[in-house]
């Protein structure tokens, strides 16, 4: 097994433009996780890669060795990447458990802006820099987008500067600013980003499919957030505001920023229930309360960031979270949460009781825990502290989260670092590039089997229905209700809080089929109120009808001893006729008898 893997990789690395060959795998042997469901995707001995293409590492302010790429995986996973991984020249290995890595400039000498990184299953890469200036925050933080989720159109955020990367030779880059002015970058050479100096609420254009990061470097500090393109901008965003508590003397300087595609209305969400509406007709900075839990728009669609910013004995802190509109992540379930940041969620949704799980890489075990909200229609934050161990969560609906080091709420001179994070179930979202999801990880829970023991269904005996329903999927699957019917009757309805990957619910139900029953219907229905978002919602329910055969034996033994019951019937009655007869004809003798004396 391990020489295919070698030779795979070597077939991917020799294919791939600007991967170099190098030592054998250093991994286990195990080949990549199978796909929750055969017909939903890829998995097993053919591998679908996420191709990672960083915009940016560094640039030329800031030398080698202070930017690194920090990689979190959750699955086992194969990782190539077109730098060395280590000093002994290794560039693949197979990774089996959460696994954090690190690629700096210095160790790893290939890493440059436009390196590639590529996996088996989704992972959160992180562009980030962490520094110690006391007068200058040059610290950042963002999210890189996987080439799948490339895109064609972006706005600005902020002043600054875009490092942007095609891999079709030749794309044009067009710079629409809100003033009118327009100029055209050409992007000469496949994965090799340019920086190209911008405006907040420059329109930006491409004539293939690119990704990109944002970035400034000011007197406020450096700050850099990843380009999210158009299509996966929207018209409802959630997110939590109340990220950090203000320490004596510290300014909250931060705001919310939306740039909206035409005029329109937004509707604003606070934690307390109060609602706003304000008309937009241009970009706007609105202050940033801790209340805010979101806004929704009427019409239109709307690139919208969080800017972090903070003054404390005379220094600034700043940096730029890049929303995700909540319109392309309909499946945001499960997310990682890189050590060393704070990670806030928010969830919206109509019920009164949100369930989510944690699971640590320490522990290796999950913690359920509820959230309850006292309105009716939830938009409400989480907090969770991974400041030492990276965890996932695993939620029962749509969570919209963000990172944040601990800037504000540890040391005054801690570094400004934030970003946005993105669900590891669904990174594919809708996309307009032609590269299609082929490979995703969802809970999912299906009727296996439904069988009857000893079978066949004959009548007069005594069955057992065995119902089997299995987590299937590569996430667990938490909170759902069962229910069984036998005959239209409802025999079963139970919920069930949490069931782990391949783990099984069966059910034995014992039933006594009737004489002369025609047939047994039996129906189950799982996850009935659809609280899974699954991979395959259409193996949740199934009913199976059992043709009852008659029982030869029963009806044989009832038809001998009908025969045997009626020949004893009929012998009695031939005796009894016979006897009679017999009477009879005695009788007429002793007659003729008598009769022939008296002559």
């Known amino acids: 097994m391990r020489g295919v893997w070698i030779l795979l990789a070597f077939l991917i690395l020799s294919s791939a433009p600007g991967l170099s060959v190098s030592a054998s795998s250093s991994g286990d042997e195990d080949a990549p996780p199978q796909a929750g469901n055969p017909g939903g995707g890829g998995g097993g001995g053919s591998p679908n890669f996420f191709d990672y293409y960083i915009p940016l590492v560094f640039n030329g302010s800031h030398k080698d060795g202070q930017s690194e790429i920090a990689l979190y995986t959750l699955f086992p996973t194969l990782l190539i990447t077109s730098f060395a991984q280590n000093s002994i020249g290794t560039n693949f290995a197979q990774l089996q458990e959460p696994t954090k ?70 794309a044009e880059v067009q710079i629409q600013s809100l003033s009118g002015s327009h100029r055209v970058e050409v992007l000469s050479l496949p994965a090799r980003p340019v920086s190209i100096s911008i405006s907040k609420g420059d329109y930006i254009n491409s004539s293939y499919p690119t990704l990109g990061a944002f970035y400034s470097d000011t007197e406020e500090g450096m700050s850099a957030s990843m380009a999210v393109p158009r299509y996966l901008q929207g018209s409802n965003y959630y997110f939590d505001s109340s990220i950090s508590s203000l320490r004596p003397d510290e300014v ?44 929704n728009l009427t019409r239109g669609v709307a690139e919208a960031n969080i800017r972090i910013k903070t003054a404390y004995g005379g220094l600034i802190r700043s940096s730029t979270i890049q929303l995700m509109s909540i319109d392309e992540m309909r499946a945001g379930e499960l997310f990682l949460t890189p050590s060393q940041y704070s990670s806030h969620f928010s969830l919206s949704g109509e019920d009164t009781k949100f ?28 907090s969770v502290n991974s400041l030492e161990d990276s965890q996932f969560i695993l939620a029962t609906d749509e969570l919209f989260g963000m990172a944040i080091s601990p800037g504000k709420v540890g040391h005054p001179m801690s570094p400004s670092s934030s970003f946005v994070l993105l669900p590891l179930n669904s990174q594919s979202f809708k996309n307009i590039t032609g590269l299609s999801g082929t490979w995703y990880r969802f809970a999912n829970l299906a009727v296996t089997s439904v069988s009857v023991i000893p079978g066949p269904v004959e009548e007069y005996t005594g069955q057992i229905i065995q119902i089997i329903i299995t987590a299937n999927g590569t996430l667990p699957a938490s909170t759902f209700r069962i229910e069984v019917s036998l005959n239209d009757e409802v025999v079963i309805d139970e919920r069930y809080d949490f069931l782990q990957v391949n783990d099984t619910i069966e ?75 017999a009477i009879t004809r005695a009788h007429v003798d002793a007659i003729l008898t008598f009769e022939e004396v008296d002559e």
Do not use: C, H
Not at 273 to 289: A, C, M, Q, S, Y
Not at 355 to 368: K, P, Q
């Open 101 to 170: 890595i690190v690629f700096n400039p210095t160790d790893n000498f290939g890493l440059t802006n436009g390196s590639l990184i590529r996996t088996t299953s989704p992972v959160q890469i992180v562009g980030q820099r962490s520094t110690e200036d006391i007068f200058t925050d040059s610290s950042f933080g963002y999210s890189i987008l996987p080439r799948r989720m490339m895109g064609f159109e972006y706005f600005a955020p902020f002043d600054g500067e875009i490092s942007i990367l095609s891999l079709d030779p030749g």
């Open 252 to 295: 909250e300087l931060s705001y919310l920023s939306i740039n909206p595609s035409q005029p329109t209305e937004a509707k604003f969400y606070f934690a307390n229930g109060k609602t706003e509406i304000l008309e937009i007709f241009e970009p706007i900075e609105i202050e940033l309360d801790p209340l805010l839990r979101g806004f």
């Open 355 to 382: 369930n989510f799980s944690r699971y640590d890489y320490e522990v290796s075990d999950y913690v359920v825990e509820s959230r309850e909200s006292e309105i009716g229609f939830i938009r409400q934050a989480i």
């Open 507 to 581: 059910y034995n139900i014992r039933e006594f089929v009737p004489y002369r029953q025609e047939s047994m219907s039996v129906s189950v229905m799982v996850d009935i109120d659809n609280e899974v978002t699954e991979i395959n919602e259409e193996d949740n329910e199934t009913e199976e009808t059992f043709e009852v055969q008659a029982n030869i034996r029963l009806r044989v033994t009832v038809v001998l001893a009908v025969l045997t019951i009626s020949g004893l019937i009929v012998a009695r009655i031939r005796r009894f006729f016979k006897q009679r007869t």
